[in-house]
């Protein structure tokens, strides 16, 4: 045989049509079987709970801890171990309690819903041929979530319980610290107080005893002008009375007769001019009088003192006697004074010397609190303030969030016991058989008639592989022998649809 003679399609279709009668047998045989196994499968039901997470928008790290700690702790072993053991789904607990487990597993299904990075839903599901069994198992799954709020519900009482009582502590800390705080300001501002009044007690010594010096030191000054004015008086009087007596020598007798004469003088003129009434009449008629008596005086007093008073050493000894009278004046106010302020002075007051006192220092102006304690309230007050934030978050932890009871997961849709099975989808396992038998039939048709592939099956093969042109087609007769290869055929084809069979019913043994 040189070669293969290449074959086209209606060639291959028209090799496999032979096999007809075997492909629809096979085909039958496998799609009768798939049938009746897609028929036995048991249908699924499903149970579903959804989680509303409602954490905090700032407290991403925490809600994405919980939430991940609750999705592991649904898939451990110890959470899972008790479910099986309880309500037994596969009914192998007593026997394979990890084949259980591990069933459970692949049952159970944890979709988490995200919002940006922040966990916003868990969806929990589990399936089961029972539908009473699925909503038992997801009920219990649910319940890890009602089992960690309450324990973070006794976490957060238990941090409010003992925030609290921190919070008391450190207000009474503060309320200590505070009252002392008023202590030592009280002690300072009373000691400030009475070293004030030391103080001025001790300026008012200060001014008293230099106000008593000043004056001690004034009354012994005139005491000494006084007695060397008394001395003066006595040597001017020595004077005055050894001066001349003659009052008419003196300067002032004769200015007095000038005026006088003026005086005569301009009445005589006035006389001439003006009646008595007038006023310029009767006023030099007032100053004619006056200088009358002046020159009467100064002959009176010439003769009795046997001097002239009006003298230049009496002008002079009377001005020493004015002096004198003021300065015994003045001594005597300033002993009344020095009496006053002696009696207003305080005993320890020393007038003979200035004392220097030193003056105490104001506490005004200084700290009135030590900075260690000041450190320490302000340790305080910051703690107190950070105490009651963390109080305030947790009141806000506990009140409930649109209109959602309080705890981070809420559960909103609880399970329920599924009336409509979710699988499984038959439909799509038919086509599948359905294209699977039909693949099957093909291959076991194309196995068998590609060994005739190299043989002489028409004249075609003939023309092609003698290279001569086919005169003529001799007629297909049936010989003995050739009706028995037929049977044989059928037989064949009989058994591989036996074989078919059996392939379907020992399927259905192992399903069952």
Do not use: C
Not at 110 to 126: A, G, Q
Not at 132 to 159: H, R, Y
Not at 197 to 221: G, M, P, V, Y
Not at 347 to 363: E, G, K, M, Q
């Amino acid at each position: 045989m040189a070669s293969f003679r290449s074959r086209t399609f209606t060639e291959y279709l028209q090799i496999i049509w032979r096999r007809k009668l075997m492909i629809f047998f096979i085909a039958a045989g496998m799609l009768i079987s798939t049938f009746l196994i897609i028929d036995r499968l048991p249908n699924v039901y499903e149970s579903r709970a959804t989680v509303v997470i409602s954490g905090q928008q700032n407290d991403r790290q925490t809600v994405n801890a919980r939430v991940a700690a609750a999705s592991e702790k649904l898939m451990s072993r110890a959470f899972l171990e008790p479910i099986a053991q309880r309500l037994n789904p596969y009914g192998n607990a007593s026997s394979n309690l990890d084949a259980a487990i591990n069933q459970l597993r692949q049952d159970i299904k944890v979709d988490t819903t995200y919002r940006s990075d922040f966990p916003e839903r868990l969806t929990v599901s589990y399936r089961h041929t029972n539908p009473a069994m699925a909503k038992a198992v997801a009920t219990d799954l649910v319940s890890v979530f009602d089992s960690m709020n309450e324990a973070m519900g006794k976490q957060i009482t238990d941090e409010q319980n003992s925030v609290a009582s921190e919070i008391a502590d450190v207000e009474n800390r503060l309320r200590d610290m505070g009252k002392l705080r008023a202590a030592i300001n009280e002690r300072q501002r009373a000691a400030g107080r009475a070293a004030g009044e030391i103080n001025a007690a001790r300026a008012q010594r200060i001014a008293a005893a230099s106000s008593i010096e000043t004056l001690t030191d004034k009354q012994f000054a005139l005491k000494q002008q006084i007695e060397e004015q008394k001395r003066q008086i006595a040597e001017q009087q020595k004077i005055v009375k050894t001066a001349p007596s003659d009052a008419h020598a003196s300067s002032s007798y004769g200015v007095l007769l000038v005026r006088k004469a003026e005086l005569e003088a301009q009445l005589k003129d006035y006389a001439t001019q003006y009646t008595d009434k007038n006023p310029k009449v009767i006023q030099t008629r007032n100053q004619l009088a006056e200088i009358n008596r002046q020159i009467a005086q100064l002959n009176a007093g010439g003769d009795q003192n046997g001097a002239a008073i009006n003298s230049a050493e009496a002008r002079e000894l009377r001005s020493m006697q004015r002096e004198l009278s003021r300065m015994e004046t003045e001594l005597a106010i300033t002993e009344r004074e020095l009496e006053r302020k002696k009696q207003s002075a305080p005993a320890s007051t020393v007038v003979a010397s200035r004392p220097s006192v030193p003056f105490i220092a104001s506490t005004s102006g200084s700290s009135e609190t030590p900075p260690e304690m000041q450190t320490d309230y302000e340790t305080l007050r910051k703690r107190y303030d950070s105490l009651l934030d963390r109080q305030e978050q947790l009141q806000r932890a506990q009140v409930a969030t649109a209109g959602l009871d309080p705890g981070v997961f809420q559960i909103v849709d609880m399970p329920a016991e599924a009336g409509v099975p979710v699988g499984p989808n038959r439909l799509k396992y038919r086509l599948f058989a359905l294209a699977f038998s039909l693949g099957l039939a093909l291959l076991v048709a194309m196995i068998i008639e590609i060994p005739k592939l190299y043989s002489i099956v028409d004249d075609r093969d003939v023309e092609y592989y003698l290279g001569v042109p086919v005169i003529a087609l001799i007629p297909e007769t049936v010989a003995p022998v050739e009706g028995q290869s037929r049977r044989l055929l059928l037989g064949r084809t009989v058994g591989l649809l036996i074989v078919t069979a059996l392939v379907a019913v020992v399927f259905l043994l192992l399903k069952r």
